[in-house]
């Protein structure tokens, strides 16, 4: 661990005593203080666990500016966009690539924003080139930070990504090399459902399939059955936040 031995030693020692009290509670039946004590002290090992940075951080080794990186990873799953527009998605960075296409081990996430859909589905292996962008600080003070949301999210930054810059990783029998575990066999379970979900919608609502065709009406109820992010529903979303609705 390093310079970062210390917090987690205090980490550790701070669960310790926590778990101990909430035991000595539970022992005398003091059953909700012991529930309360114990989500505090892993609330607070947590805290201190996620200002820990492993020793092949991603965020840690990119740069405070924008630069061309060249990325491999997992594809995790897509944002709720309307058909036709640009697709944002995750990617678990596991290496970055040097000029000679040497891969670097690194950890982290980028949201990647592609100017079309790519294809494939979570858990594919691929390789991205693209323009970095590292998180945005405050534009005044106290303004939105972008650099703490990013550290909540576990984010690295964000990737824009051109078409054709994208390269699926194949396996020995020549398919989609993907990654196995649970994890990600639920994530492609829920993209799978997602899908049929959409081809159905697809099939009853009009102007789903067509961006030229979409309506008010239309664009509202994939926001409430897909959440889609609709450029047509402003005006609409700010009625929703006005009234408390959303």
Do not use: C, K, N
Request: aromatic residues 4%; glycine residues 14%.
């Amino acid at each position: 661990l390093g310079a970062d031995e210390p917090r987690a030693l205090t980490a550790a020692g701070m669960l310790a005593i926590t778990l101990a009290v909430a035991g000595m509670a539970a022992i005398r039946r003091h059953a909700v203080a012991a529930v309360l004590l114990a989500a505090a002290g892993l609330g607070a090992a947590r805290g201190l666990h996620a200002g820990l940075r492993h020793p092949e951080d991603l965020a840690a080794r990119l740069p405070a500016a924008g630069m061309v990186l060249r990325v491999s990873g997992l594809r995790g799953g897509p944002d709720a966009v309307p058909p036709g527009g640009p697709a944002r998605w995750t990617l678990h960075v596991d290496a970055v690539l040097d000029p000679e296409g040497r891969p670097h081990p690194a950890r982290g996430r980028l949201r990647v924003r592609t100017t079309e859909d790519p294809g494939g589905r979570p858990g594919d292996r691929v390789r991205l080139t693209g323009w970095y962008e590292p998180p945005e600080p405050p534009a005044w003070p106290g303004g939105f930070d972008g650099r703490t949301w990013a550290r909540i999210r576990g984010d690295a930054g964000s990737l824009r990504v051109p078409a054709g810059a994208i390269e699926f990783e194949r396996d020995a029998a020549g398919a989609t090399a993907v990654a196995g575990g649970p994890v990600w066999a639920i994530r492609r379970l829920r993209a799978t459902v997602r899908d049929r979900s959409r081809a159905a919608i697809e099939r009853v609502l009009p102007g789903w399939g067509h961006p030229d065709l979409r309506s008010e009406r239309s664009a509202l109820v994939r926001a409430l059955l897909m959440g889609v992010r609709d450029p047509e529903l402003r005006d609409v979303a700010e009625d929703f936040r006005r009234s408390g609705l959303a």
